[in-house]
């Protein structure tokens, strides 16, 4: 029986080379256990890893982090998880947006967006105040993470099967998304799990015609990362292509999509609230020497291999960069199923280039998701997908035993 004939709608009913919906559920079942396994798995090898990572020198620039044991909170299984951003999305979840004494000069939170803060807030809202303490609310964190992080793999599958309808491939792709070198911030107190899942849940909802929901996963993605509203792309091309690029035939269902340019415009407005300036979220990306350049700039950025300790880890952002760009390139002219998706990817690897850093490419990467299908998809030697796998594992588990040991990874 060939779970993949199970597994074509997630919500329906149908029979399983004549087995009728016992087979059906068995198989879906089964995949989803496959999946938690997977998981699961991964995420106590990260744990045992993190434990003989101890036994590692630490970074001597973070000495009182050393002496005292932790950063956030003596709890170790909760602290190894929560490093360098997390400090900004703790202080929103814990005390909201403040733009400092100089925005743009020094860092402030008004860079960062508000969804995953503000739910480990709202799950944190039922405990009495008296309780809640900053490991209170990264416990809230990390379970909201690894939450979205299962739901990502099983919708990653979903979307993979649907798409390509071959089992084998969705396998591969949820495999490769566990293995990819920053797959660690899955788990972290980052934001990186929720957009993967909500960008997910726009494009299943749109691939199932969805559209309002398509829209509104869309909006809530916006709310998650800065270049969360390019995902909106995805449904706008397969709504316009299911009608054979006739705009005559567009109708009302568009407007749904008017809540992402909404969203966005609501998360400023609250940012102006705060500082009087509605473009505060710029001026304080400054701080960061993040802004917007052009093709040549992206080019000597690429080149600026610098910065001594992180040397190493700056190669590997930009040959992560150039891997994720070519193939998304690769993905939009090449493969007519995947092309909305290869559209997606283009425009997201653009933008991050455009940033004007190449740091942290390793763990922006790891939410293109169309490009983890395509590789899934486009290298059938099983030895060779096995080692780039294997490779990406290994890639991962030295940047993880570098995280934990308070050395800037992604």
Known sequence: MKRKDALEDLTAVETVNGEGPIAWARARTETMRRLLFMAIGSRLLLILTAWIANYYQKNPTYQRYIDQGFQFTPRWLIDMWCRWDSVWYLSIAGGGYDPGAALGEAYSNMAFFPLYPYLVKLFAFWIPESMQSPALLLTAGLALSNVCFFLSLALLYYLAMRLLGDEKIAERTALLLVSLPAAF???????????????????????????????????????????????????????????????????????????????????????????????????????????????????????????????????????????????????????????????????????????????????????????????????????????????SALIQVMLWIGWTNYYWIC
């Open 185 to 391: 911030i899955f788990s972290a107190f980052y934001s990186e799990s929720l957009y993967l899942f909500l960008s997910l849940c726009v494009c299943v909802a749109a691939e199932r015609d969805r559209w309002f929901l398509s829209a509104l996963f869309a909006a809530l993605a916006t709310l998650t990362r800065a270049n969360g509203f390019i995902i909106a792309l995805v449904p706008a091309w397969i709504y316009i292509a299911r009608r054979g690029w006739d705009l005559r035939k567009i109708g009302w269902r568009w407007l749904g999509f008017l809540l992402v340019p909404t969203a966005l415009a609501g998360h400023f407005f609250t940012l102006y609230l705060k500082s009087g300036n509605f473009f505060a979220f710029f001026e304080a990306q400054k701080a960061w020497a993040r802004g917007t350049v052009g093709p040549l700039q992206i080019v000597i950025e690429f080149f600026d291999i610098s910065g001594g300790a992180v040397s190493q880890v700056g190669i590997l952002d930009r040959i992560f960069f150039v891997a994720f760009l070519f193939l998304s390139f690769r993905l939009l002219l090449r493969c007519e199923k995947l092309r909305a998706y290869g559209m997606y990817a283009l425009i997201l690897m653009i933008l991050y280039g455009a940033s004007g850093l190449m740091y942290s490419m390793t763990r922006y990467t790891a939410v293109v998701f169309p490009i983890l299908i395509y590789v899934a998809a486009a290298v059938k030697d099983e030895e060779k997908f096995r080692l780039i796998c294997l490779t």
